[in-house]
């Protein structure tokens, strides 16, 4: 309780030069862990296991994320006033698209000529 405390009241410059030098004892630790201990090999063999670990735990959050997700609800009554002029449904895409290109140009700048 009382190192929460301390935390909230630490200026943001100390609390960024603990972060800077935390992270370059981190960075001397492991050159020596890696190049001049007897453990080289298991420190490489745990790094390359837990950046692929990494990698392949986001990738499954991804894939959770889209197996568990429910697809979106279709917009009603959006294409119906097309189908109620009688155009087909990729003439109507074709006037959404154009109508959306227009609308992102309106909002753009006009360029220097």
Excluded: H, K
């Amino acid at each position: 309780m009382r190192l929460r405390g301390l935390v909230s009241r630490m200026d943001d410059r100390v609390l960024g030069a603990v972060i800077l030098l935390g992270s370059l004892l981190g960075v001397a630790g492991y050159f020596w862990l890696v190049f001049l201990s007897p453990w080289a090999w298991l420190v490489i063999e745990l790094s390359a296991f837990a950046a692929v670990a990494a990698v392949l735990v986001i990738v499954a959050w991804i894939g959770y994320t889209l197996a568990t997700t429910p697809p979106p609800e279709p917009l009603e009554g959006f294409t119906e006033n097309f189908e109620e002029e009688g155009l087909e449904e990729a003439e109507a895409e074709e006037i959404i698209s154009e109508e959306i290109v227009a609308e992102g140009e309106e909002g753009e700048e006009p360029s220097p000529s």
